[in-house]
């Protein structure tokens, strides 16, 4: 389904963006 595709990815960027963001504001 293309809206369970669209969270899948919306989640995996949330989880990068989360991930990455204490990195960045070093």
């Given at each position: 389904?293309?809206?369970?595709a669209?969270?899948?990815?919306?989640a995996?960027?949330?989880?990068?963006?989360?991930?990455s963001?204490?990195?960045?504001g070093?």
């Open positions: 389904d293309q809206l369970r669209a969270l899948d990815r919306a995996a960027r949330g989880a990068l963006v989360g991930a963001m204490p990195l960045a070093t």
